[in-house]
C-alpha cells in the first residue's frame, strides 16, 4: 500500500489486506485489535554488558503466567536505542518462542530513518512478531506530512499490524487527529499507543478515527481515564512489576466497572509516580532488581538511580505490598 499525498486529499493505494486482522461486520471491513486490555513493556535485562536471555525469558514468562494480554519487546522501558541488530533479533526470537501464541508480541521497530525503520519492521515480521509499534521519528521533527508519509512506508513494507507510538517528550514531536484520520485508513495501521497525556487530542482522535484504528494509554497513570474515553488498554511500564494488577485494571475498564478501576488507579497512584520519578526505565529496573528478576544494570547514557529517589521508590513498593 503507498500513500498519496496532496494538499486536499490522501488516499491508499491498496496492494494487500490485511485480512488475517480483520473480519467483516455488517458488511463493513474492520480491523481487529492486536489485543484488548494490559500489555507488558518488557525491561530488557543486562548482565556484564551483554544481553541476559536468560533473565529476559524468566521475564516474559512471569508475564505470561499472571496472563498478560501482550508481550512488547524492543520499545523504550526495553532501552531499544542501545540495542544492537543482533540484540534485537535475539529478544524478538526468545519472546516469539516462549510465547507460543498464548500472547501476541509486539516489537518495537521505531527509527528515525525511515528506510531503517522499514528494515527493522520486516526483521520483526520474518522473525515472527506478530505486530510493531513504531515510534513519530525523534530528533527530525517531521512534519505531519512527513509523518504520514513515514508510517505508511513502514505499514507498506509489512503484512502485520502497525501500531504508531506517540510520545512527544521524548521525541519532539506530536501526531495530529487529523494526521491519525488520515492513517486510520490503512489496513495495516490499526491504532496508537498515546504517551502524550493531551487529553483533547485523545478526545479529538476518538471523535474522527473510526471504531477500528485503537488507542492504547502509553502512561499507566492515565489507564483508566484512557479506557473511559474507549482505549483498548495500556502498553505498561509498571506491569514488569506488577502485572496482575495492571491486568485487573483494564480488565474492571473493559467490562465497565470504571468506579472501581478508578479506586484501584488511585491506590496505584503512589508508586506509579515512584516508578516516573527518573526517567523511563531506570526506576523499573532499579524495583526489578530488588525483587531479584533482573540486575539494575542499564547501558549509558542512562545510569544508576539517585539515592534518594531509590528510597520514595522503596517505600512506595512496600507500601503498596511489593516486596522482597
Same mark, same amino acid.
Not at 484512557?226 to 475498564?253: C, F, H, K, Q, Y
Given at each position: 500500500?503507498?500513500?498519496?499525498?496532496?494538499?486536499?486529499?490522501?488516499?491508499?493505494?491498496?496492494?494487500?489486506?490485511?485480512?488475517?486482522?480483520?473480519?467483516?461486520?455488517?458488511?463493513?471491513?474492520?480491523?481487529?485489535?492486536?489485543?484488548?486490555?494490559?500489555?507488558?513493556?518488557?525491561?530488557?535485562?543486562?548482565?556484564?554488558?551483554?544481553?541476559?536471555?536468560?533473565?529476559?525469558?524468566?521475564?516474559?514468562?512471569?508475564?505470561?503466567?499472571?496472563?498478560?494480554?501482550?508481550?512488547?519487546?524492543?520499545?523504550?522501558?526495553?532501552?531499544?536505542?542501545?540495542?544492537?541488530?543482533?540484540?534485537?533479533?535475539?529478544?524478538?526470537?526468545?519472546?516469539?518462542?516462549?510465547?507460543?501464541?498464548?500472547?501476541?508480541?509486539?516489537?518495537?521497530?521505531?527509527?528515525?530513518?525511515?528506510?531503517?525503520?522499514?528494515?527493522?519492521?520486516?526483521?520483526?515480521? /520474518? =522473525?515472527?512478531?506478530?505486530?510493531?509499534?513504531? #515510534?513519530? $521519528?525523534?530528533?527530525? *521533527?517531521?512534519?505531519? +506530512?512527513? @509523518?504520514?508519509?513515514?508510517?505508511?512506508?513502514?505499514?507498506?513494507?509489512?503484512?502485520?499490524?502497525?501500531?504508531?507510538?506517540?510520545?512527544?517528550?521524548?521525541?519532539?514531536?506530536?501526531?495530529?487527529?487529523?494526521?491519525?484520520?488520515?492513517?486510520?485508513?490503512?489496513?495495516?495501521?490499526?491504532?496508537?499507543?498515546?504517551?502524550?497525556?493531551?487529553?483533547?487530542?485523545?478526545?479529538?482522535?476518538?471523535?474522527?478515527?473510526?471504531?477500528?484504528?485503537?488507542?492504547?494509554?502509553?502512561?499507566?497513570?492515565?489507564?483508566?481515564?484512557?479506557?473511559?474515553?474507549?482505549?483498548?488498554?495500556?502498553?505498561?511500564?509498571?506491569?514488569?512489576?506488577?502485572?496482575?494488577?495492571?491486568?485487573?485494571?483494564?480488565?474492571?475498564?473493559?467490562?465497565?466497572?470504571?468506579?472501581?478501576?478508578?479506586?484501584?488507579?488511585?491506590?496505584?497512584? /503512589? =508508586?506509579?509516580?515512584?516508578?516516573?520519578?527518573? #526517567?523511563? $526505565?531506570?526506576?523499573? *529496573?532499579?524495583?526489578? +532488581?530488588? @525483587?531479584?528478576?533482573?540486575?539494575?544494570?542499564?547501558?549509558?547514557?542512562?545510569?544508576?538511580?539517585?539515592?534518594?529517589?531509590?528510597?520514595?521508590?522503596?517505600?512506595?513498593?512496600?507500601?503498596?505490598?511489593?516486596?522482597?
Amino acid at each position: 500500500m503507498s500513500a498519496i499525498i496532496t494538499e486536499k486529499v490522501l488516499c491508499f493505494k491498496i496492494k494487500r489486506p490485511a485480512c488475517h486482522v480483520s473480519f467483516w461486520k455488517g458488511g463493513i471491513f474492520v480491523k481487529k485489535s492486536v489485543f484488548i486490555g494490559c500489555g507488558t513493556a518488557l525491561v530488557t535485562p543486562f548482565r556484564g554488558g551483554a544481553l541476559d536471555l536468560d533473565a529476559f525469558r524468566a521475564l516474559a514468562a512471569r508475564q505470561l503466567d499472571a496472563k498478560i494480554d501482550a508481550l512488547i519487546v524492543c520499545g523504550t522501558t526495553g532501552e531499544a536505542p542501545t540495542l544492537r541488530r543482533e540484540e534485537r533479533a535475539s529478544l524478538i526470537t526468545a519472546c516469539v518462542e516462549l510465547a507460543a501464541h498464548r500472547a501476541p508480541v509486539v516489537a518495537g521497530t521505531g527509527s528515525n530513518d525511515t528506510a531503517h525503520a522499514v528494515e527493522l519492521s520486516q526483521e520483526a515480521e /520474518a =522473525l515472527g512478531a506478530d505486530a510493531l509499534l513504531v #515510534v513519530t $521519528p525523534y530528533y527530525n *521533527k517531521a512534519t505531519q +506530512a512527513g @509523518l504520514i508519509a513515514h508510517f505508511t512506508a513502514v505499514a507498506d513494507a509489512v503484512h502485520i499490524p502497525v501500531i504508531l507510538y506517540n510520545v512527544p517528550s521524548r521525541t519532539g514531536v506530536s501526531c495530529t487527529a487529523e494526521t491519525y484520520a488520515a492513517l486510520a485508513g490503512h489496513p495495516n495501521i490499526v491504532g496508537v499507543k498515546e504517551a502524550s497525556g493531551d487529553f483533547a487530542l485523545i478526545q479529538d482522535t476518538r471523535r474522527r478515527c473510526p471504531e477500528d484504528f485503537y488507542l492504547w494509554s502509553g502512561n499507566d497513570a492515565d489507564t483508566t481515564a484512557i479506557m473511559a474515553l474507549g482505549g483498548a488498554g495500556v502498553i505498561s511500564t509498571a506491569a514488569n512489576l506488577i502485572p496482575a494488577d495492571m491486568r485487573e485494571l483494564t480488565r474492571l475498564s473493559v467490562s465497565g466497572s470504571l468506579h472501581k478501576a478508578g479506586v484501584l488507579q488511585l491506590r496505584m497512584s /503512589a =508508586l506509579l509516580r515512584a516508578l516516573f520519578c527518573e #526517567v523511563n $526505565p531506570i526506576p523499573i *529496573k532499579t524495583a526489578m +532488581a530488588r @525483587l531479584g528478576l533482573c540486575t539494575d544494570e542499564l547501558r549509558l547514557p542512562l545510569c544508576a538511580m539517585r539515592p534518594e529517589n531509590r528510597a520514595t521508590l522503596f517505600d512506595a513498593m512496600d507500601a503498596f505490598g511489593v516486596r522482597p
